[in-house]
């Protein structure tokens, strides 16, 4: 094996070998090399563990973050509210690190005071869709028969609760709407997140 050190640290070496002297730290020019490499790698790998962390936190602040409105329509079109209007919207859902782009069907109606309100066509027994029967004056589920008022109300069938009605609000003129998905076959609108 070659030699590790110069000559003159191995001199001053066996020179307190002989003398009997222990406590010399001797920094050699290697040694030093050695330090400030070992620095400047742990230095860089700081800086990379901070978009690894980013990359691998992300769907947590993305979830937290994910509140997005979907437009329904111009209020205008909305203004006779004889009937249910249905719409369909679309939003970005995230799993993880995948975006998906989903649409959802939902009816634009009013309550029986008057007021405007979005509903969820998701049936809330098992989660069929809906529909709008103009001649019964009535929402329809085809899958167990389920029967809902304009105003969402059960009025037959095993459907536990109403329908899912949704946040709305007005922004530049238009109808906006926060779709939300509901825990089926509950009595309560209990949200799934
Ligand atoms: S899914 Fe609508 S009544 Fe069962």
Redesign the pocket.
């Known amino acids: 094996m070659g030699h590790v050190l110069g000559d003159d640290v191995e001199q001053k070496l066996e020179t307190e070998k002989a003398t009997g002297k222990k406590d010399v730290i001797i920094i050699t020019r290697r040694s030093f090399f050695g330090a400030l490499v070992a620095i400047g790698s742990a230095g860089m790998g700081a800086l990379l563990a901070v978009p690894v962390l980013r990359y691998v936190l992300y769907p947590l602040y993305a979830r937290a973050a994910g509140t997005e409105w979907s437009d329904v329509g111009e209020m205008s079109e909305f203004a006779n509210g004889q009937s249910p209007v249905r719409k369909t919207i679309t939003f970005t859902q995230r799993d993880g690190w995948r975006e998906v782009v989903s649409a959802q069907s939902v009816y634009v109606s009013r309550t029986s005071a008057g007021e405007m309100e979005v509903m969820s066509a998701i049936?809330?027994?098992?989660?069929?869709s809906?529909s709008w029967q103009q001649a019964q004056n009535d929402f329809l589920?085809?899958?167990?028969?389920?029967v809902f008022k304009a105003d969402g109300k059960v009025v037959a069938?095993?459907?536990p609760r109403a329908m899912d009605r949704l946040p709305t609000r007005i922004k530049d003129g238009k109808l906006q709407v926060h779709f939300e998905y509901f825990r089926?076959?509950v009595p309560n609108q209990e949200k799934l997140t």
């Open positions: 049936c809330p027994h098992l989660g069929c809906v589920c085809p899958c167990h028969g389920s069938g095993p459907s089926p076959n």
